[in-house]
Protein backbone atom coordinates (compact mmCIF):
# COMPACT_ATOMS: atom_id res chain seq x y z
CA UNK A 1 0.00 0.00 0.00
CA UNK A 2 2.96 2.39 0.49
CA UNK A 3 4.21 2.04 -2.39
CA UNK A 4 1.28 2.34 -4.17
CA UNK A 5 1.08 5.67 -2.50
CA UNK A 6 4.32 6.84 -2.84
CA UNK A 7 3.89 6.48 -6.67
CA UNK A 8 0.50 8.00 -6.88
CA UNK A 9 1.78 11.14 -4.62
CA UNK A 10 4.24 12.68 -7.58
CA UNK A 11 1.77 12.18 -10.16
CA UNK A 12 -1.12 13.91 -8.32
CA UNK A 13 1.81 16.54 -6.89
CA UNK A 14 0.95 19.36 -9.50
CA UNK A 15 2.45 21.70 -7.71
CA UNK A 16 5.58 20.05 -6.50
CA UNK A 17 4.31 20.26 -3.08
CA UNK A 18 5.96 16.64 -2.43
CA UNK A 19 9.06 17.05 -5.04
CA UNK A 20 12.60 16.38 -4.05
CA UNK A 21 15.62 16.89 -5.48
CA UNK A 22 18.26 14.10 -6.01
CA UNK A 23 19.58 14.99 -2.40
CA UNK A 24 16.49 14.20 -0.92
CA UNK A 25 15.81 17.90 0.23
CA UNK A 26 11.89 19.60 -0.47
CA UNK A 27 11.66 21.01 -3.39
CA UNK A 28 9.20 23.50 -1.68
CA UNK A 29 10.98 24.37 0.97
CA UNK A 30 13.84 25.04 -1.22
CA UNK A 31 11.48 27.33 -3.50
CA UNK A 32 10.22 28.88 -0.19
CA UNK A 33 13.62 30.20 1.21
CA UNK A 34 14.49 31.18 -2.31
CA UNK A 35 11.89 33.72 -2.44
CA UNK A 36 12.09 35.14 1.02
CA UNK A 37 16.08 35.36 0.69
CA UNK A 38 15.28 36.72 -2.77
CA UNK A 39 13.04 39.47 -1.26
CA UNK A 40 15.67 40.03 1.57
CA UNK A 41 18.47 40.64 -0.43
CA UNK A 42 17.30 42.33 -3.58
CA UNK A 43 17.97 45.70 -2.79
CA UNK A 44 21.69 44.85 -2.28
CA UNK A 45 21.51 44.78 -5.88
CA UNK A 46 19.40 47.43 -7.06
CA UNK A 47 18.73 49.98 -3.93
CA UNK A 48 22.27 50.42 -2.04
CA UNK A 49 24.18 49.05 -4.97
CA UNK A 50 23.96 48.93 -8.58
CA UNK A 51 24.23 45.51 -10.70
CA UNK A 52 25.30 45.92 -14.73
CA UNK A 53 24.62 42.31 -16.24
CA UNK A 54 25.80 41.21 -19.50
CA UNK A 55 25.62 38.16 -21.63
CA UNK A 56 22.54 37.00 -20.16
CA UNK A 57 21.20 35.99 -24.12
CA UNK A 58 23.80 33.25 -23.47
CA UNK A 59 20.96 31.25 -20.93
CA UNK A 60 17.98 31.78 -22.91
CA UNK A 61 18.60 28.05 -25.19
CA UNK A 62 20.17 26.79 -22.62
CA UNK A 63 18.46 23.15 -21.29
CA UNK A 64 17.03 23.05 -17.93
CA UNK A 65 19.87 20.28 -16.52
CA UNK A 66 23.49 19.77 -17.37
CA UNK A 67 24.69 23.22 -17.31
CA UNK A 68 27.82 24.07 -15.32
CA UNK A 69 28.24 27.70 -14.12
CA UNK A 70 31.81 28.57 -13.54
CA UNK A 71 32.85 31.82 -11.64
CA UNK A 72 35.60 33.52 -9.78
CA UNK A 73 34.94 34.10 -6.26
CA UNK A 74 34.92 37.36 -3.99
CA UNK A 75 32.60 36.46 -1.21
CA UNK A 76 31.01 33.37 0.47
CA UNK A 77 27.37 34.10 0.14
CA UNK A 78 26.89 37.07 -2.05
CA UNK A 79 28.27 35.61 -5.52
CA UNK A 80 25.93 32.99 -5.25
CA UNK A 81 22.92 34.66 -4.40
CA UNK A 82 23.36 37.69 -7.09
CA UNK A 83 23.82 34.65 -9.57
CA UNK A 84 20.53 33.16 -8.33
CA UNK A 85 18.43 36.74 -8.93
CA UNK A 86 19.61 36.67 -12.20
CA UNK A 87 18.88 33.25 -13.18
CA UNK A 88 15.21 33.51 -11.94
CA UNK A 89 14.92 36.97 -14.02
CA UNK A 90 16.04 35.13 -17.12
CA UNK A 91 13.22 32.31 -16.59
CA UNK A 92 11.01 35.14 -16.33
CA UNK A 93 12.24 36.82 -20.16
CA UNK A 94 14.07 39.24 -18.88
CA UNK A 95 17.45 40.21 -20.32
CA UNK A 96 20.83 41.40 -18.57
CA UNK A 97 18.45 43.21 -15.52
CA UNK A 98 17.32 42.31 -12.13
CA UNK A 99 14.95 45.22 -12.31
CA UNK A 100 11.72 43.70 -11.91
CA UNK A 101 11.72 41.68 -8.44
CA UNK A 102 8.30 39.71 -10.11
CA UNK A 103 10.67 36.88 -10.74
CA UNK A 104 10.75 35.91 -6.97
CA UNK A 105 7.26 34.99 -6.97
CA UNK A 106 7.94 31.91 -9.19
CA UNK A 107 12.46 31.64 -9.18
CA UNK A 108 14.23 28.72 -11.17
CA UNK A 109 14.56 26.18 -8.26
CA UNK A 110 16.63 23.38 -10.17
CA UNK A 111 19.41 25.54 -9.09
CA UNK A 112 22.52 24.44 -6.78
CA UNK A 113 26.05 25.56 -6.24
CA UNK A 114 29.07 24.10 -4.54
CA UNK A 115 30.08 25.13 -1.34
CA UNK A 116 32.44 23.99 1.29
CA UNK A 117 31.20 22.02 4.39
CA UNK A 118 32.82 24.09 6.86
CA UNK A 119 31.86 27.10 5.47
CA UNK A 120 28.10 26.20 5.49
CA UNK A 121 27.73 23.96 8.96
CA UNK A 122 29.79 26.08 11.47
CA UNK A 123 29.05 30.03 10.24
CA UNK A 124 26.06 29.73 12.60
CA UNK A 125 22.15 29.75 11.67
CA UNK A 126 21.90 32.32 8.16
CA UNK A 127 24.72 29.81 6.53
CA UNK A 128 22.75 26.90 7.58
CA UNK A 129 19.77 28.62 5.61
CA UNK A 130 21.29 29.52 2.58
CA UNK A 131 22.46 25.85 2.73
CA UNK A 132 18.71 24.74 1.83
CA UNK A 133 18.71 26.88 -1.15
CA UNK A 134 20.24 24.38 -3.05
CA UNK A 135 24.07 23.50 -1.29
CA UNK A 136 26.39 21.27 -2.89
CA UNK A 137 28.45 20.61 0.51
CA UNK A 138 31.99 19.16 -0.42
CA UNK A 139 35.11 18.65 1.89
CA UNK A 140 37.98 21.03 1.01
CA UNK A 141 41.22 18.94 0.90
CA UNK A 142 43.24 21.93 0.60
CA UNK A 143 42.10 24.52 2.83
CA UNK A 144 40.45 24.71 7.09
CA UNK A 145 39.55 27.45 9.06
CA UNK A 146 41.17 29.80 6.65
CA UNK A 147 44.56 27.83 6.47
CA UNK A 148 46.41 25.82 3.91
CA UNK A 149 46.39 21.50 4.91
CA UNK A 150 46.60 18.79 2.73
CA UNK A 151 43.53 16.17 3.71
CA UNK A 152 42.37 13.46 2.04
CA UNK A 153 40.21 14.37 -1.47
CA UNK A 154 36.69 14.48 -0.97
CA UNK A 155 36.16 11.47 -3.88
CA UNK A 156 32.37 11.69 -3.38
CA UNK A 157 32.20 15.41 -4.12
CA UNK A 158 32.53 14.38 -7.92
CA UNK A 159 29.41 11.93 -7.25
CA UNK A 160 27.39 14.79 -5.93
CA UNK A 161 27.76 17.53 -8.12
CA UNK A 162 27.11 14.91 -11.27
CA UNK A 163 23.63 14.58 -9.20
CA UNK A 164 23.09 18.10 -9.19
CA UNK A 165 24.00 18.48 -13.29
CA UNK A 166 21.72 15.88 -13.68
CA UNK A 167 18.64 17.66 -12.10
CA UNK A 168 19.46 21.20 -13.18
CA UNK A 169 22.12 23.86 -13.15
CA UNK A 170 25.67 23.94 -11.26
CA UNK A 171 27.21 26.71 -10.00
CA UNK A 172 30.73 26.03 -9.07
CA UNK A 173 33.66 28.17 -8.42
CA UNK A 174 36.88 27.19 -9.48
CA UNK A 175 39.50 28.54 -7.18
CA UNK A 176 37.63 27.39 -3.84
CA UNK A 177 38.73 30.39 -2.33
CA UNK A 178 37.96 33.81 -2.60
CA UNK A 179 41.78 34.72 -2.80
CA UNK A 180 42.19 36.72 -6.48
CA UNK A 181 44.19 35.00 -9.32
CA UNK A 182 44.48 31.78 -6.68
CA UNK A 183 44.87 28.51 -8.74
CA UNK A 184 41.95 26.67 -10.21
CA UNK A 185 41.59 23.41 -8.59
CA UNK A 186 42.12 20.19 -11.31
CA UNK A 187 38.88 18.79 -9.75
CA UNK A 188 37.10 20.79 -11.97
CA UNK A 189 38.58 19.41 -14.89
CA UNK A 190 38.04 16.14 -13.71
CA UNK A 191 34.21 16.89 -13.68
CA UNK A 192 34.23 18.25 -17.17
CA UNK A 193 35.24 15.37 -18.43
CA UNK A 194 33.46 12.65 -16.77
CA UNK A 195 30.04 14.78 -17.17
CA UNK A 196 30.23 16.15 -20.14
CA UNK A 197 28.10 19.53 -18.99
CA UNK A 198 27.64 22.55 -20.83
CA UNK A 199 30.08 24.83 -19.33
CA UNK A 200 29.27 28.91 -18.75
CA UNK A 201 32.16 30.93 -17.30
CA UNK A 202 30.94 33.73 -15.46
CA UNK A 203 33.30 36.70 -14.46
CA UNK A 204 32.23 38.97 -11.39
CA UNK A 205 33.46 42.23 -10.28
CA UNK A 206 32.84 44.71 -7.43
CA UNK A 207 31.79 42.63 -4.73
CA UNK A 208 34.73 42.23 -2.62
CA UNK A 209 34.50 46.51 -2.76
CA UNK A 210 30.96 46.32 -1.61
CA UNK A 211 30.90 43.31 0.66
CA UNK A 212 32.91 41.78 3.68
CA UNK A 213 34.19 38.05 2.91
CA UNK A 214 31.27 36.58 3.83
CA UNK A 215 29.06 39.08 1.90
CA UNK A 216 26.66 39.84 4.39
CA UNK A 217 27.83 43.28 5.94
CA UNK A 218 28.51 46.20 3.65
CA UNK A 219 31.56 47.22 3.21
CA UNK A 220 31.30 50.29 0.72
CA UNK A 221 27.54 51.62 -0.45
CA UNK A 222 26.65 52.49 -3.90
CA UNK A 223 29.40 50.29 -5.44
CA UNK A 224 28.86 48.78 -9.20
CA UNK A 225 28.03 44.91 -9.15
CA UNK A 226 29.45 43.38 -12.25
CA UNK A 227 28.33 40.08 -13.99
CA UNK A 228 29.45 38.89 -17.13
CA UNK A 229 27.89 35.19 -18.12
CA UNK A 230 30.45 34.65 -21.78
CA UNK A 231 29.63 32.27 -24.39
CA UNK A 232 29.09 28.42 -23.58
CA UNK A 233 31.53 25.60 -23.92
CA UNK A 234 31.60 22.12 -24.83
CA UNK A 235 34.93 20.69 -23.94
CA UNK A 236 36.17 17.31 -25.94
CA UNK A 237 36.15 15.01 -23.27
CA UNK A 238 39.71 13.82 -25.13
CA UNK A 239 40.92 17.72 -24.37
CA UNK A 240 44.05 17.03 -21.58
CA UNK A 241 43.43 18.79 -18.05
CA UNK A 242 45.58 21.38 -18.17
CA UNK A 243 44.88 22.71 -21.59
CA UNK A 244 40.53 22.76 -19.74
CA UNK A 245 42.46 24.93 -16.75
CA UNK A 246 44.00 27.53 -19.36
CA UNK A 247 41.01 27.78 -21.34
CA UNK A 248 38.71 28.41 -17.91
CA UNK A 249 41.56 30.59 -16.04
CA UNK A 250 41.25 32.30 -19.26
CA UNK A 251 37.65 32.55 -19.84
CA UNK A 252 36.87 33.81 -15.79
CA UNK A 253 39.60 36.04 -16.09
CA UNK A 254 42.22 35.04 -13.48
CA UNK A 255 45.60 34.68 -14.99
CA UNK A 256 47.58 36.67 -13.48
CA UNK A 257 48.36 40.19 -14.83
CA UNK A 258 51.91 40.74 -16.15
CA UNK A 259 52.14 43.76 -13.93
CA UNK A 260 51.23 41.56 -10.71
CA UNK A 261 53.85 38.75 -11.80
CA UNK A 262 56.79 41.82 -12.39
CA UNK A 263 55.65 42.74 -8.72
CA UNK A 264 55.95 39.61 -7.21
CA UNK A 265 59.20 38.65 -9.09
CA UNK A 266 60.53 41.97 -7.41
CA UNK A 267 59.47 40.75 -4.38
CA UNK A 268 61.20 37.35 -4.17
Not at 50 to 75: A, M, W
Not at 90 to 102: A, D, E, L, Q, T
Not at 209 to 217: H, I, S, V
Request: hydrophobic share 40%; glycine share 8%.
Amino acid sequence: MNQHLKKLLPMMDVFGIFERDPFGNSMLVKRIIMIVLGWITYSRLRGINKTRISGTEHLEGLPNEGVLFLSNHQTYFMDVICLYHIFFSVKWGFRNSVNFPIYLLAPRSKVFYVAASETMTEGGLLPRVFSQAGAILVNRSWREKGKDVKKEVDTAAESKVGKGLSYGWVVSFPQGTTTPYAPLRKGTAHLIKTHNPIVVPVVINGFRRAFDKKGLRFKKRNTTLSVTFKEPIRFDKDMPTDEIMDILRDKIEQKIPVKKLVWLRDKE
